[in-house]
């Protein structure tokens, strides 16, 4: 069974631009979460989706947006973006309840310029 | 806001050596914790879970303890291994209002196991 996979691993962005990461789930997962991994402050929660709808966000400005599709893949957009926005952004995908596994991806490294 | 604390962020042991890595949650309706290991380069990986109506949970040299009422738990790693280097993270899930859920990660413990 394919695991989860992000695209795409690597991005270099220039401040003010915008960005839009993708994940696609584990076939028969519809439940997506996504995190923002920097050193020192562990993975912070951006938002849950689930059958297309976002069921729980985090503490993240709204500058921080995210979909789901039909075929349960997500993306996650971040607009204006800024220099502290620099991380490594993964997601996890889990079949949606609060106490199933959660299977990662191996991330997106975004570098703001 | 919901926060879990997770120390020490540094630890050191000699191979066959006992490891603990303890947290902290602050959100009452918390109800499962996971323990997930990410090695250098790679995706984290979920290492052994426990919710909140067991107080143990053991699998070969893992185990994890829950104390709801101190809102505490912990990881135990006995005959530590050179492989079981890792950064190792702990989390609390609980359910959202809309019936969804939120997982809150600790900031992580570096393991260093010497041979």
């Known amino acids: 069974k394919a695991g989860v996979t992000q695209t795409p691993r690597y991005l270099i962005k220039t401040r003010g631009q915008q960005v839009t990461l993708s994940c696609s789930p584990i076939?028969?997962?519809?439940?997506v979460s996504w995190y923002q991994q920097t050193p020192g402050q562990g993975l912070q929660f951006l938002f849950e989706?689930?059958?297309?709808?976002?069921?729980n966000k985090g503490n993240f400005p709204g500058r921080f947006s995210g979909r789901q599709f039909s075929n349960s893949r997500s993306e996650m957009n971040v607009s204006t973006l800024e220099l502290g926005d620099s991380a490594l952004y993964l997601c996890?995908?889990?079949?949606?309840?609060?106490?199933?596994?959660?299977?990662f991806g191996q991330g997106t490294r975004l570098t703001v310029v | 806001g919901e926060n879990v604390e997770q120390h020490p962020s540094t630890l050191s042991v000699q191979e066959g050596d006992s490891a603990v890595i303890k947290c902290t949650y602050s959100?009452?309706?918390?109800?499962?914790f996971p323990w997930y290991k990410q090695e250098l380069g790679k995706r984290p990986q979920l290492i052994i879970d426990?919710?909140?109506?067991?107080g143990e949970k053991k699998d070969q040299r893992i185990a994890v303890t829950l104390n709801k009422t101190a809102k505490h738990f912990s990881l135990h790693i006995t005959e530590t291994q050179p492989e079981d280097s890792a950064v190792y993270f702990c989390?609390?899930?609980?359910?959202?209002?809309?019936?969804?859920?939120?997982?809150?990660f600790g900031a992580g413990t570096r393991l260093f196991v010497k041979a």
């Open positions: 989706y689930f059958s297309e709808t976002q069921r």
């Open positions: 076939s028969g997962h519809r439940s």
């Open positions: 996890a995908s889990s079949l949606g309840g609060f106490d199933t596994e959660a299977f």
């Open positions: 959100d009452s309706a918390s109800n499962y």
């Open positions: 426990i919710r909140s109506n067991v």
């Open positions: 989390a609390a899930s609980s359910r959202g209002y809309t019936g969804g859920f939120k997982t809150i």
